[in-house]
């Protein structure tokens, strides 16, 4: 599975951006998907994922309300609609997916990655 994400940009405080990820290659089964992302001198961390099914959707505590991920299955595709970005939020964000259905995904070692979209949000 190879995953391709769009969207990055340099946007200012308080402003709205939509990432997106698309997943080819062995797409014949449905995926957990979600995004992580990593800031300069910091570890990678969870953003919010959605699991294969649809029923189980988990974000990150500074995140939730301000961001929202969705999917469109037939597509494959995932995104996440970043509203009232902070200057905390500037990272590289990763798309992810993995073969996961339930509650914990958060913890859910995905098994596939991309090549990560920067998102720069400056004051």
């Known amino acids: 599975v190879q995953l391709s994400e769009s969207g990055g940009a340099l946007v200012q405080v308080g402003d709205s951006r939509r990432l997106s990820c698309s997943a080819s290659?062995?797409?014949?089964?449905?995926?957990?998907m979600g995004w992580f992302r990593q800031a300069p001198g910091k570890e990678r961390e969870f953003v919010a994922a959605?699991?294969?099914?649809?029923?189980?959707?988990d974000y990150r505590p500074s995140v939730k309300g301000r961001f929202t991920i969705s999917r469109e299955t037939a597509k494959n595709t995932v995104y996440l609609q970043m509203d009232n970005l902070q200057p905390g939020d500037t990272a590289v964000y990763y798309c992810?997916?993995?073969?996961?259905?339930?509650?914990?995904?958060?913890?859910?070692?995905?098994?596939?990655w991309g090549q990560g979209t920067q998102v720069t949000v400056s004051s």
């Open positions: 992810v997916a993995g073969d996961y259905g339930g509650r914990y995904l958060n913890t859910y070692p995905f098994d596939y």
């Open positions: 290659g062995r797409t014949d089964k449905t995926y957990a």
């Open positions: 959605v699991d294969w099914s649809g029923q189980y959707i």
